[in-house]
């Protein structure tokens, strides 16, 4: 390697660089640091490399030390292209850039020198770009909209909320695994990046459960091993557990994953340890557990399509969001909040009328969030400069949607007699079997009708099981 300075002219640079470099314990210390680093010899020669920069390289510390620096920039990426030339010339630099491991990075080259001056190495540090501290995040729990039109950094305070974020927070500080339950868009992953946000700038994985196919599992979750047969892409492939160690993996919907899945989750968790694929190699990690889910696990566990040693290990500390209907105090922040945010830079500005603020804090929201979203949203669309009551428009619920639209049925004499001594009950029963089966059949599945129908599939289990065993009593009659 060719350098540009003349600071090792005259002597080495081994003899230059004090003792403690070369003590067993100065490697403790590189481990201690909440970034990767490590440290190299003025020739460009990786000395002596920490458990982070390895997770963030996606490289072996057997690959790295003793190897020059530029050797991987092939593998690396161009952000250790720069810093291999920093060094070469032995000046200072800070660089960003993406690795080919897909992690956004900042790193930083400091050149180590004797006390007079002479060059004996570097000491590069790296660690994720944007990665917030938790004492970055008030203290107080604000809910930040769901829609793009929110300006950034701003949030919606609920006291409720707040009582939450707290103790799922203490939770995880003691090391306990914590469920998020509650309707759709009451704000399950945003809560899950609060209480994650670790003050170290440990790392936050989010892993949406729905995206994982029983074929993907294995590659996504627990990576492929950079050389083996099964790795295309020569350089590997990074999971979300290795991602995740030190800090929080996030599995988001965790009622999507299937029981084949569930199982390596449960081996997963049961030790902290896994393989790559394409490796026999047991690697050891320390993560901790939020998970996440619109659907009543209890319910899936009794129907037997999740795992209840499954539920048992991530529902150390559940906690259930109350829906958007259960906090007036809420919704009035929110409209207010969504409100300066749709009038930023519109002409006229719009102004809501009490008829429509009273709609508004009438409306049960059964799409939470989103959904006092989608209503300002339209309502910013199609008024002039007053919001009025008859431009309260709600989203039609998906159940009702996906209804068949059927048409006026007049009843013949022999059904008119069949209603009047069914009771009401009975007719809502029937109603929602017909609805059910029709739902399978155009859907091909319980699981996708339950989809299809806004429904968790305990519920599509349990009302199909009612209506099997009332034809079987009916039968037995």
């Not at 010339?89 to 080919?100: A, D, M, N, W």
Request: charged content about 25%.
């Amino acid at each position: 390697m060719k350098f540009y300075a003349n600071d090792v002219a005259s002597l080495s640079h081994r003899r230059l660089r004090p003792a403690f470099i070369d003590d067993s314990q100065f490697g403790s210390f590189l481990e201690a640091l909440p970034d990767g680093a490590a440290v190299i010899e003025a020739d460009g020669r990786i000395k002596l490399v920490n458990g982070k920069l390895e997770l963030l390289l996606n490289l072996a510390r057997g690959d790295l030390v003793g190897s020059e620096l530029a050797k991987h920039a092939r593998t690396a990426g161009p952000v250790i292209q720069k810093l291999s030339t920093a060094l070469q010339q032995l000046k200072r630099i800070e660089v960003s850039g993406t690795l080919t491991s897909q992690r956004s990075v900042v790193a930083t080259l400091n050149i180590l020198r004797t006390a007079d001056g002479g060059a004996y190495g570097a000491l590069l540090t790296m660690r994720e770009a944007g990665r917030q501290s938790r004492n970055e995040v008030s203290e107080n729990f604000r809910f930040q909209a769901e829609t793009g039109s929110v300006t950034r950094g701003s949030f919606v305070r609920s006291p409720d909320i707040d009582a939450i974020v707290r103790k799922a927070e203490t939770a995880l500080d003691r090391g306990a695994n914590v469920l998020l339950t509650g309707e759709t868009g009451t704000g399950k992953s945003e809560i899950a990046r609060r209480i994650g946000t670790d003050k170290e700038g440990r790392p936050f994985v989010h892993v949406r459960c729905g995206l994982l196919s029983d074929g993907q599992f294995d590659a996504e979750m627990f990576g492929i091993e950079p050389g083996s047969t099964l790795d295309t892409s020569t350089r590997g492939k990074l999971g979300y557990v290795e991602a995740a160690d030190g800090g929080i993996l996030f599995l988001d919907q965790v009622s999507d994953l299937s029981i084949a899945a569930q199982s390596k989750l449960v081996a997963f968790l049961e030790t902290q340890t896994f393989s790559r694929l394409g490796s026999a190699q047991r690697r050891q990690v320390r993560i901790r557990i939020i998970a996440a889910t619109n659907e009543n696990l209890v319910d899936l566990v009794s129907a037997g399509i999740f795992r209840s040693d499954l539920y048992y290990r991530i529902a150390v500390m559940p906690f259930e969001l109350p829906p958007l209907r259960e906090q007036p105090n809420l919704i009035d922040a929110l409209i207010d909040h969504h409100l300066r945010s749709l009038n930023l830079g519109r002409k006229p500005q719009l102004r809501l009328s009490a008829e429509f603020l009273a709609r508004l804090r009438g409306h049960s929201y059964p799409g939470n969030v989103r959904e006092l979203a989608n209503i300002l949203e339209r309502v910013a669309a199609i008024a002039t400069d007053v919001a009025r009551a008859e431009h309260f428009i709600a989203p039609v619920p998906l159940v009702e949607a996906r209804l068949p639209a059927a048409g006026p049925v007049t009843p013949s004499t022999s059904q008119s007699a069949e209603i009047a001594t069914a009771s009401f009950k009975d007719l809502v029963q029937e109603f929602e079997a017909w609805v059910l089966e029709k739902s399978i059949t155009e859907n091909g599945s319980k699981r996708s009708a339950a989809k299809a129908l806004g429904i968790d599939i305990a519920t599509v289990i349990r009302k199909t099981r009612r209506k099997a065993m009332n034809v079987n009593t009916t039968k037995g009659e």
